[in-house]
């Protein structure tokens, strides 16, 4: 029987020979050589205004968290569908996660939910952008803006996605990208915060908690001839060796993507006509108005039941197939700051019912084959069994 991995990370061949490099000039610390370059090449690349590389995705969004200045009683609005990370960038600074609901049709961020959920204390939202398919930007533009919020986008899943020919990460006032091993494109862990405001004040703040408090970005511009301790701050600068190994992964980011958009489109072109059937609701698909990464390939049944149990026959099969986040409100951490299980009805429907399939480069036509064959059989077995 094959064994099918739900992941595999992709590697390109030259990641060797950038982390060599590296490594023979010396360059393993924060803001060198490697650093440099994939900034640029995805300031580039998505016409982004500056990108400061982090060493995760969770800590551009404490950045962020940082820079608009959350405190205490300030509440930010955020799908409950997602990853612990959008969450904690929030509560590291005392302030409060409020979770919306998700869209039944992408699982982003619900537009009616957020206006519904803003108060008085509503600082920011934080829209997610779901399995590389960018949220509803226009609307969410606007009521941010009539309510004078913060957007800072939660691109982990997204980069080299667009909403109307824009990049992800470049549609609010902050963008975190990630380069997590589960991600796309990888540096094992790895992120970016994008800053889109022009303002040098916003950049030289940001620079300044990424560097220990020190105003040592200026200094290596050789604007200063010192540096010194100025402010608050942290490290979130990661290792030139992993920049490294993440230009090799950038290089090929068309390539890469182009790879997954075949499986995206071989599940797409063999699971459709299950959609005529009742226990099969919905498959990935992508907005015309939108690109994707090809993140994720989900498929949404019509209950749990049905959900686990073609789960399990999957995984009977070999295939590494899978749910995805237990929404927030309902962890054990949601209810800690008082939210209950049968909260956000809607995003507990999606989230029990979602199952993810394999999506990666290095998946052969003969796994997408055989994962294919399975589920056909699998859809059988429901048809006649009535599950
Ligand atoms: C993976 C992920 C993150 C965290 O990324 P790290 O780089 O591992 O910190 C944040 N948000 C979402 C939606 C994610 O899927």
């Known amino acids: 029987m094959r064994q099918i991995a739900f992941n595999k990370v992709y590697l390109t061949g030259k990641e060797k020979y950038y982390i060599n490099d590296a490594l023979s000039r010396g360059s393993l610390s924060g803001d060198g050589f490697y650093t440099h370059k ?11 205004n500056r990108v400061l590389m982090t060493t995760s995705a969770n800590h551009a969004l404490e950045m962020a968290a940082q820079l608009i200045e959350l405190k205490e009683g300030d509440e930010v609005i955020m799908p409950s569908f997602t990853f612990s990370s959008t969450a904690n960038a929030v509560l590291k600074e005392g302030a409060s996660p409020v979770f919306a609901e998700i869209k039944s049709d992408t699982f982003n961020l619900d537009p009616t939910d957020f206006e519904a959920k803003i108060t008085t204390r509503t600082k920011a939202v934080i829209p997610v952008h779901y399995a590389g398919v960018s949220c509803e930007m226009d609307q969410i533009k606007e ?24 990049a992800a990460g470049s549609l609010g006032d902050f963008g975190c990208y990630s380069f997590h091993g589960s991600k796309n494109f990888v540096s094992g862990e790895g992120g970016a915060l994008i800053i889109n405001s022009k303002q040098p004040k916003i950049i030289e703040k940001a620079e300044i908690i990424r560097e220990k408090g020190t105003n040592r970005s200026r200094f290596l511009r050789g604007k200063i001839d ?3 301790w100025v402010g608050e701050g942290s490290s979130y600068l990661p290792s030139d060796i992993l920049m490294a190994l993440l230009f090799a992964q950038l290089e090929a980011l068309d390539k890469i993507t182009l790879e997954r958009k075949k499986v995206f489109d071989y599940y797409n072109q063999h699971l459709k006509e299950f959609l ?38 999957l995984r009977e099969n070999g295939v590494e197939a899978t749910f995805h986040f237990q929404p927030l409100h309902a962890s054990p951490m949601g209810r800690k700051i008082g939210y209950h299980k049968k909260d956000l009805e809607n995003t507990n429907k999606i989230a029990a019912r979602l199952l993810r399939l394999p999506i990666y480069p290095d998946l052969s036509s003969a796994d997408l084959e055989y ?13 006649q069994a009535g599950v």
């Open 38 to 48: 994939v900034s640029e090449f995805l300031e580039e690349k998505f016409a982004l």
């Open 143 to 166: 009521i941010a803006a009539e309510n004078d919020l913060f957007i800072i986008e939660d691109a982990a899943h997204a980069v080299n996605s667009f909403y109307k020919e824009q």
């Open 226 to 228: 010192k540096y010194n």
């Open 276 to 313: 005529t059937e009742d226990f099969l609701e919905l498959i990935s698909s992508v907005p015309v108005d939108r690109q994707s990464n090809y993140h994720i390939y989900y498929l949404k049944f019509r209950n749990q039941k049905i959900r686990d149990f073609v789960l399990q026959q």
């Open 371 to 383: 994962i294919t064959a399975a589920l056909r059989g699998i859809f059988k077995k429901i048809k």
